[in-house]
């Protein structure tokens, strides 16, 4: 399996103010996703980073809220735009070297907004 | 109705004992499922993937799937307090899209010493 990381690992933000979290994998791989979850609850697909395209985004959510960069294989980026509390959640990046193949996920950021 | 529904838990078992967890899912369709394993604080880590109705064991796992019943059940055997977790089932085929998976909500898994 590829080994994931992301940056940050966790921040604490303002209400109105916007975060960006990076996912970079070892290896080059075909799928990227971006995953939420919220206290207490599983995990709810945001959107997968399509490499050099708009990402596609699942129901409710959208791209000004959480406009998505894939530049390569290796590297994606999630922004999550103008802040509430309710963002706080655990947000997780996920990789699959094609699709329908198996998903590994990254070590996740944890985000709390005040 | 829930596309993919687990017991939330907790389900506690003892040290050494058989602990069995359930998903089901509403579409027929679907071709792949997965177990991870999430301790708490953590990332969702892959235990085991089945394509086929049968049984597929992988040391102390096994998983089980019957397409018929639209069940998948993970069996962990000599269970030890380091299984404590949570474990999710996901689900993935035609229905949802080949890459999109549907996860449960989890099922909380105590071994007690």
């Known amino acids: 399996s590829a080994v994931i990381s992301q940056k940050p690992s966790r921040d604490i933000c303002q209400r109105g103010t916007s975060l960006t979290i990076q996912c970079q994998v070892d290896?080059?791989?075909?799928?990227m996703f971006w995953y939420r979850q919220q206290p207490g609850q599983s995990l709810t697909l945001i959107a997968t980073a399509n490499q050099g395209s708009e990402a596609t985004y699942e129901s409710g959510f959208v791209i000004d809220k959480f406009p998505i960069s894939r530049p390569n294989l290796t590297f994606s980026t999630l922004t999550v735009s103008n802040m509430s509390p309710e963002d706080s959640s655990i947000y997780l990046c996920s990789v699959a070297r094609t699709d329908g193949d198996t998903q590994y996920f990254g070590p996740g950021t944890r985000l709390t907004v005040l | 109705q829930k596309e993919v529904e687990q017991n939330s838990g907790p389900l506690s078992v003892p040290e050494g004992a058989i602990a069995s967890l359930n998903c089901t899912y509403s579409?027929?369709?679907?071709?792949?499922f997965f177990w991870y394993r999430q301790y708490s604080g953590k990332s969702p880590e892959l235990i085991m993937f089945i394509y086929s109705n049968g049984d597929k064991e992988d040391g102390r796992f096994t998983a089980q799937l019957n397409k018929a019943s639209q069940y998948v059940s993970l069996l962990i055997r000599d269970s030890q307090p380091s299984d404590s977790a949570t474990y999710l089932c996901a689900v993935n085929g035609p229905g949802s899209g080949t890459y999109k998976y549907i996860f449960g909500t989890g099922t909380r898994l105590k071994v007690l010493a």
């Open positions: 579409d027929r369709g679907s071709q792949s």
């Open positions: 290896s080059q791989v075909t799928m």
